[in-house]
């Protein structure tokens, strides 16, 4: 089974990384242990990741019953891995001599010494070149695990709405307030709210990583990684009273590691515009987990990581007062300009002989309640309202509704707005130990 070889790996690294090297080596520096520790590591993580090392419903194993072809191609990598940590310890602890070390032939001494040649220092030696076939094994684990592990992005946040962030509301709804005194208080609940089912999203996140990597002992590096943080975009003295409804939830939902915790935006304070979280340096290597969702992921810009923490974050919401729809979430700014476009960007004309327009539904249905009370009592209200609106001419200026701010066209409206969203949608995000911000 796969959890069987990935048991067999583990041993395998622990008692290479514990063995002891032969003092003959030539070259130490062939294979460091410090870098075994280091794919040990990669190794673990992978594991962790994808369930590797269960047993029952919740491993690898039954997760690929019907793939075939990716659990062998996993069983083969992870023998291979095994097959190379083995030749590793044999040679370090001097029990095999590598080729490249071993002494020339008798028939190679007898040679003419005017044609003997000096060893091709430009070849790898035999230690260095399983040390790459490690590394490459990971690599390619990793890169499977993309594939394997990512569930569709509707199923990620539907099982999210089980977890419980409804503590962080307050301090949400109070953030969205503070940045923007003048809007509407129905805005600032609707966008305060989206903001802690981001919070959910990333707790739920966090909890099942730690549920799949149960049973996995991690170092130090791992553990690392997953301390907790404190909330740095609440308010110092709100910090404690946060705290401590978090500590009175039950221990199983609990957050252990404060993913949940907010931290990544500017002060109210502070003009400019939050900062996206630097590209982790493990995207160096090839695929890595994301610290935020605990994805697998294969990225390598920064314009691609941005990309993909909005896909996390989902930062756009509609924020006109009659929209049927105030909780669906846009993970694109397309998707949810184009709803705007097609939903909210509308004038109504009363077709009823007064001709009057209005440039929101309620205030149509406020006037034909006051001045056509027969018709707003029909059954055919809907068709009749159908037949009122009209598209409101794309040129015409809008008011944000989040600082009032005029805005010429329906571009720079969804630019405007967009923008908005993004800084508090950022908001949500956990800040990780040692990250530092760079400029957007």
């Given at each position: 089974s796969i959890a069987k070889n990935v048991s067999a790996c583990l041993q395998s690294f622990d008692s290479l990384s514990e063995s002891d090297e032969s003092p003959e080596r030539s070259d130490p520096d062939d294979m460091p242990l410090l870098k075994?520790?280091?794919?040990?590591?990669?190794?673990?993580?992978?594991?962790?990741?994808?369930?590797?090392h269960r047993k029952g419903r919740s491993s690898l194993d039954h997760r690929l019953r019907d793939a075939s072809n990716i659990r062998n191609q996993v069983l083969r990598l992870l023998q291979d891995l095994a097959e190379s940590l083995s030749d590793a310890k044999v040679i370090l602890t001097g029990d095999i001599t590598p080729w490249d070390e071993e002494p020339l032939s008798s028939d190679e001494d007898d040679s003419d010494d005017d044609y003997a040649l000096e060893p091709d220092s430009s070849t790898p030696s035999e230690l260095s070149q399983i040390f790459a076939s490690i590394v490459e094994d990971i690599n390619c684990l990793l890169r499977l695990s993309v594939s394997i592990r990512n569930p569709a992005p509707h199923d990620r946040f539907k099982k999210s709405s089980l977890t419980d962030t409804s503590h962080f509301e307050p301090f949400d709804v109070q953030h969205v307030r503070t940045k923007f005194s003048t809007a509407s208080s129905y805005v600032v609940e609707r966008l305060g709210k989206a903001i802690s089912r981001r919070r959910q999203y990333f707790k739920y996140r966090e909890m099942h990583h730690q549920k799949m990597a149960s049973g996995l002992e991690t170092?130090?590096?791992?553990?690392?990684?997953?301390?907790?943080?404190?909330?740095?975009?609440?308010?110092?003295?709100?910090?404690?009273t946060a705290l401590d409804i978090t500590n009175s939830l039950d221990e199983e939902d609990a957050s252990d590691t404060g993913r949940s915790q907010t931290s990544y935006a500017t002060s109210a304070a502070n003009a400019e515009r939050p900062k996206i979280p630097t590209l982790p340096q493990e995207a160096e290597n090839g695929p890595f987990e994301c610290p935020f969702c605990f994805l697998m992921i294969s990225i390598n810009s920064r314009r691609l990581w941005k990309k993909h923490l909005f896909a996390d974050l989902r930062p756009y919401v509609c924020v006109s007062p009659d929209c049927p729809a105030p909780d669906q979430d846009f993970q694109r700014r397309y998707q949810w300009a184009d709803h705007v476009q097609v939903y909210h960007w509308k004038i109504w004309t009363c077709s009823l002989g007064c001709n009057q327009t209005f440039t929101s539904l309620k205030d149509m249905k406020r006037h034909l309640a006051k001045a056509h009370a027969a018709a707003s009592k029909s059954s055919h209200l809907d068709?009749?309202?159908?037949?009122?609106?009209?598209?409101?001419?794309?040129?015409?200026?809008?008011q944000c509704p989040l600082c009032d701010e005029s805005l010429p066209t329906l571009k720079h409206y969804q630019r405007h707005v967009g923008r908005h969203q993004e800084d508090l949608a950022l908001f949500a995000l956990p800040q990780l130990p040692g990250d530092e911000d760079e400029g957007d």
């Open positions: 075994v520790k280091s794919e040990l590591s990669r190794f673990k993580v992978w594991s962790a990741n994808i369930g590797a170092d130090g590096e791992v553990e690392d990684a997953l301390q907790s943080t404190v909330a740095s975009s609440i308010p110092d003295h709100l910090k404690q068709s009749l309202l159908t037949l009122c609106s009209r598209p409101k001419p794309t040129n015409d200026p809008a």
